[in-house]
C-alpha cells in the first residue's frame, strides 16, 4: 500500500481483524506505524519487525510486509528494511481486512491511536504466497512516479451524443486529469 502522513500518534494502515467495526479482540498479519513514524509488521501473538527509519515525513511511501516459511519481510520504497525468521499461523479463524484502524492494545511499541491520521492508496492483502523482492521493487518503481500527484478535480461528467444502450462516451471536466495517449 501507499501511505502519506505527518502524524505524531501512529496508526495501523492495513491488516486482518477478527471484527468488521469497532476494536477487534484479535489481530493479525498487519503493519502499524508507531508514535515516531517507524513502521511494524506484526503477526501471530505479538511478534513483530520494525522499520529503523521513520516515515512520517509527509511524503508518499510504498509498504509491502510478506509472510512465508522463510519467515516475515518489510520492504518500503522496494527496498527490504526488517527482517527476522519467525512465523506463525493465523492466529484469527475469521478475518476481515482492515485499512486505517484497529486497536493495537497489547502489540509492542502501540502507537497512542488507532486511527491512521494520513492518506492510505492502493491497499492490497493476500494470504497466499509472498511477492518476490524484486516484484515489490518493480512496483515501486511503476509507482512512485504518481507520488505527487494529486487528485483530480472533478466538475461535471456530461454524455455526449449518439450515446446508446452499447455504450458510448462522456466528456469528464476538472482539474488535474492526465490527457489520453492516442
Known amino acids: ?5 505527518s502524524t505524531a500518534t501512529g496508526g495501523r494502515l492495513i491488516g486482518v481483524s477478527s471484527a468488521t467495526t469497532g476494536a477487534s479482540g484479535s489481530r493479525d498479519r498487519h503493519i502499524y506505524m508507531r ?7 506484526g503477526i501471530g501473538a505479538n511478534i513483530t519487525i520494525q522499520s529503523p527509519k ?6 508518499w511511501h510504498f509498504a509491502v510486509a510478506t509472510l512465508s516459511g522463510a519467515g516475515m519481510r518489510l520492504y518500503v520504497d522496494g527496498v527490504l528494511v526488517a527482517s527476522s525468521a519467525s512465523t506463525a ?4 479463524p475469521t478475518a476481515y481486512v482492515r485499512v486505517g484502524y484497529d486497536s493495537l492494545a497489547g502489540w509492542a511499541s502501540a502507537p497512542s491511536s488507532s486511527f491512521f491520521n494520513g492518506q492510505i492508496a492502493e491497499p ?7 511477492w518476490a523482492e524484486a ?12 507520488r505527487t500527484f494529486e487528485a483530480p478535480t472533478l466538475t461535471s461528467i456530461a454524455p455526449r451524443q449518439g450515446i446508446g444502450a452499447g455504450g458510448g462516451v462522456v466528456t469528464v471536466t476538472g482539474a488535474g486529469f492526465m490527457a489520453p495517449m492516442e
Request: proline letters at 0%; hydrophobic letters at 45%; glycine letters at 4%.
Open 89 to 92: 499461523a493465523l492466529s484469527i
Open 1 to 5: 500500500l501507499w501511505f502519506k502522513t
Open 135 to 146: 516484484r515489490i521493487t518493480d512496483l515501486y518503481e511503476m509507482g512512485k512516479f504518481c
Open 35 to 41: 508514535n515516531t513514524g517507524q513502521l511494524l509488521f
Open 124 to 130: 492490497f492483502f493476500s494470504l497466499s504466497a509472498a
Open 54 to 59: 521513520s516515515y512520517n515525513d509527509n511524503d
